[in-house]
């Protein structure tokens, strides 16, 4: 039980935590996906490799020229490589020269 002073009154106290980073703007977005390259990345759960061909045919329908490189070229971004994937995820996206990334995640 919380201490209470002699008020009869209790301690309470906010169950979440303090700020810890500032919020900054976001990336600047692509004005259209028209040529450019969209990398996949996914942790390895819930139909992620359905879910991406489905996502691939649909925006390839509306955005000519558009390409894709594949969750494979990473790994799971989930699990005991994760550190090491995430770690050397923003050289890889530059040496793909990506322009967009798609990260799906299963529950």
């Known amino acids: 039980m919380a201490p209470r002073n002699a008020d009869g009154i209790y301690a309470v106290h906010w169950p979440r935590g303090g700020?810890?980073?500032?919020?900054v703007p976001l990336a600047k977005r692509p004005d259209t996906l028209e040529g450019k390259t969209i990398c996949h990345l996914w942790d390895y759960m819930f139909r992620g490799d359905e879910i991406f061909a489905w996502l691939e045919e649909a925006l390839k329908d509306r955005f000519p020229g558009i390409n894709f490189v594949s969750y494979e070229e990473f790994g799971s971004t989930h699990g005991e490589d994760e550190a090491e994937i995430i770690e050397t995820l923003p050289t890889r996206l530059k040496e793909l020269k990506v322009d967009a990334v798609i990260s799906g995640m299963g529950c």
């Open 19 to 23: 700020k810890t980073v500032d919020i």
